[in-house]
């Protein structure tokens, strides 16, 4: 726990105010298995974190309230916010009569299938813990954390994970070396929702990921480009066909492998190099202004 807040917070007790980064997520693998009885979907993910990040300020206020505040017209600010749930959750649980007011400013594209609210819950409940002092370790937090929704349990801990069962069962596999990346998101929303509802479920479950887990032990970054796949695929560009332009761009300009991330419209390409990367990044970036160079972290 202390070393995630090391890395992401800056703390200043005295102000009792707290500043973290939250950041993107990508699905090097994502394969949906199966639909279970409860309704939900049995699933397997690759993980990682990339350097695309929303800022977050947790302030103490006096008043028994809790206040979002977003640069981004499309966060909603009240309680379907996930920063929101997260901050009245611990507060329920410290009982306390203190309020928060929390500052989000917006890097990563909302909808984007780049997990930002849900990065953004999991640096509100590591901050808030430790503003609080509410005394929680990750076990506790990933318990809590499951409460607003499964990817957050995965961006309380980051690191190369495999993520099964519903998405909350995570199994660490080795950090990746530091691979460059081009993130374009096309600047339209995919509803999670939408994409579970409309599974085409004869593509389903032919790929277990086991060669995308063998290149990533492996670290070998040409074999996890070339293995990249997402059960996705199958349906959502359907709905956002410019998904298959971004993919066949990417690769025309040199990327080593593209796929979409999670339930989309985000793609992200594979690079060997940063001076691959800014090919395939200025490529993009006139047509898709929300084109970003990152790096596994």
């Keep these: 726990m202390g070393d995630i807040l090391a890395k992401r917070a800056i703390i200043n007790k005295r102000m009792n105010q707290i500043w973290l980064q939250a950041p993107a997520k990508i699905n090097l693998g994502l394969a ?14 690759i993980f990682s974190q990339v350097s695309l990040f929303d800022r977050i300020q947790l302030k103490e206020i006096p008043t028994n309230e809790i206040k979002i505040i977003c640069n981004d017209q499309q966060v909603p600010t009240d ?17 306390t009569q203190k309020g928060l007011e929390i500052k989000i400013d ?17 640096q509100a409940l590591i901050g808030i813990n430790k503003l609080w002092n509410v005394g929680l370790n990750t076990t506790d937090l990933i318990k809590v954390g499951f409460k607003i929704g499964v990817d957050v349990c995965y961006q309380l801990v980051g690191g190369t994970k495999l993520a099964t069962h519903l998405g909350e069962k995570l199994n660490p596999l080795p950090n990746l070396p530091q691979i460059h990346l081009v993130l374009t998101n096309p600047n339209i929303e995919v509803s999670t929702k939408w994409a579970y ?20 032990k492996n670290k070998d970054v040409k074999k996890i480009a070339k293995n990249l796949h997402n059960d996705f695929e199958f349906w959502v560009p359907n709905l956002v066909p410019v998904i298959l332009k971004i993919k066949k761009k990417m690769l025309k300009q040199g990327a080593l492998g593209a796929i979409m991330s999670g339930s989309g419209p985000t793609v992200f390409g594979v690079c060997e190099n940063k001076a691959v990367a800014l090919k395939v990044y200025n490529s993009l970036k006139k047509e898709f202004p929300k084109t970003y160079l990152a790096q596994t972290i």
């Design 197 to 216: 509802t409309n599974i085409d479920y004869s593509q389903i479950g032919k790929n277990q990921l086991d060669s995308l887990i063998d290149a990533v």
């Design 106 to 122: 917006k890097q990563i594209p909302v909808a984007a299938g780049l997990g930002g609210g849900s990065s953004d819950a999991a």
């Design 79 to 95: 309680k379907i916010n996930t920063v929101y749930q997260a901050a009245l959750l611990l507060k329920k649980m410290v009982k």
């Design 32 to 45: 949906i298995l199966g639909k279970l009885n409860s309704g939900y979907h049995e699933v397997k993910f």
